[in-house]
């Protein structure tokens, strides 16, 4: 009797030991789950709240106190030319940016690498220093550069600013797929006599392609959402950073609202198209 209670005792005592165990080996998933959940509501709260308020028939963008369900602030979007003005003035700068930092980027990285690696570290803290320049400090400086050459603010300005420091971003996207090229490649296709122009164009172009259109969509945004550097060099123009900054300070309507709604459906449309581009890619590359 007493070995059975002894066993039973033992028997119990490994339960809750496993249970212990598997607790404790569950924990930093659980912690680490709790995280995520957290950390993504703080990223999306701000954008789902956002995105409501354009709905609510309140002038202020705010979600409290809800007052309606409306429609008419899309109606007030497509009416408010200012606004569509701003935006075209931003995509038209922001390709023009990409023109410049593309090409820029990449002879920079190309470059870059084929330096030794002492002169190498001194060209890239210099060709990186324009991202740790507070962009203040870029507007202004190209400000008063072009200023001493007779160029006043507006769009052009406004371009080569911002290139000036984009074209570090395109830089080391670049760097960083070229880090992994087989140089062998290049060596083998030049020993069947081809050209330094052919190498480019039919080995290393089409293996940086996923890193300059990274480069690309990067330099997009970095442009596109500009406020700092731009305030400086804009003149009499006015990009959407700026025109909604100026609303915020005359009146904020949930206009704006509607139009972060629609680019925000925008760019969620475009990446559901790049990932199902990037699987039909895969699908007919053969294993």
Same mark, same amino acid.
């Given at each position: 009797?007493? #070995?059975?209670?002894? @066993?039973?005792? %033992?028997?119990?005592?490994? !339960?809750?030991?496993?249970?212990?165990?598997? %607790?404790?080996?569950?924990?930093?998933?659980?912690?680490?789950?709790?995280?995520?959940?957290?950390?993504?509501?703080?990223?999306?709260?701000?954008?789902?709240?956002?995105?409501?308020?354009?709905?609510?028939?309140?002038?202020?963008?705010?979600?409290?106190?809800? @007052? &309606?369900?409306?429609?008419?602030?899309? #109606?007030?979007?497509?009416?408010?030319?200012?606004?569509?003005?701003?935006?075209?003035?931003?995509?038209?700068? *922001? @390709?023009?940016?990409?023109?410049?930092?593309?090409?820029? &980027?990449?002879?920079? +990285?190309?470059?870059?690498?084929?330096?030794?690696?002492?002169?190498?570290?001194? /060209?890239?803290?210099?060709?990186?220093?324009?991202?740790?320049?507070? &962009?203040? +400090?870029?507007?202004? *400086?190209?400000?008063?550069?072009?200023?001493?050459?007779?160029?006043?603010?507006?769009? /052009?300005?406004?371009?080569?600013?911002? %290139?000036?420091?984009?074209?570090?971003?395109?830089?080391?996207?670049? !760097? *960083?797929?070229?880090?992994? /090229?087989?140089?062998?490649?290049?060596?083998?296709?030049?020993?069947?006599?081809?050209?330094?122009?052919?190498?480019?164009?039919?080995?290393?172009?089409?293996? @940086?392609?996923?890193?300059?259109?990274?480069? #690309?969509?990067?330099?997009?945004?970095?442009?596109?959402?500009?406020?700092?550097?731009?305030? /400086?060099?804009?003149?009499?123009?006015?990009?959407?950073?700026?025109?909604? *900054?100026?609303?915020?300070?005359?009146?904020?309507?949930?206009?704006?609202? %509607?139009?972060?709604?629609?680019?925000?459906?925008?760019?969620?449309?475009?990446?559901?198209? !790049?990932?199902?581009?990037?699987?039909?890619?895969? +699908?007919?590359?053969?294993?």
């Amino acid at each position: 009797m007493t #070995a059975q209670i002894e @066993l039973e005792g %033992a028997t119990r005592s490994r !339960v809750g030991l496993d249970w212990v165990a598997k %607790a404790a080996a569950l924990l930093p998933r659980i912690v680490f789950a709790g995280y995520m959940i957290l950390f993504f509501t703080y990223l999306f709260l701000p954008l789902v709240v956002m995105g409501a308020a354009t709905f609510n028939t309140s002038k202020f963008p705010t979600v409290t106190p809800w @007052l &309606g369900t409306t429609l008419d602030w899309f #109606a007030a979007l497509w009416a408010d030319h200012a606004m569509w003005r701003a935006l075209g003035l931003s995509l038209l700068i *922001a @390709l023009a940016v990409i023109a410049i930092a593309l090409p820029a &980027g990449t002879a920079a +990285a190309l470059f870059l690498t084929s330096l030794q690696p002492r002169a190498r570290t001194f /060209f890239y803290a210099l060709m990186v220093s324009p991202l740790l320049t507070p &962009g203040v +400090a870029i507007g202004i *400086a190209t400000l008063v550069l072009w200023h001493q050459l007779g160029v006043g603010g507006g769009t /052009f300005l406004i371009v080569l600013a911002q %290139a000036s420091f984009i074209t570090s971003y395109v830089m080391l996207m670049v !760097v *960083a797929r070229l880090q992994r /090229f087989d140089r062998v490649q290049e060596e083998a296709a030049a020993g069947l006599g081809a050209s330094r122009f052919m190498i480019f164009r039919r080995i290393l172009l089409p293996y @940086l392609r996923p890193a300059l259109l990274a480069g #690309a969509f990067i330099a997009f945004l970095q442009s596109f959402e500009n406020y700092n550097t731009t305030l /400086f060099v804009r003149g009499t123009e006015t990009p959407l950073t700026v025109y909604i *900054a100026t609303k915020v300070r005359t009146g904020l309507t949930p206009t704006v609202n %509607a139009l972060g709604l629609i680019l925000i459906g925008l760019t969620i449309l475009a990446a559901i198209a !790049v990932e199902i581009n990037r699987r039909r890619s895969t +699908a007919r590359t053969p294993a």
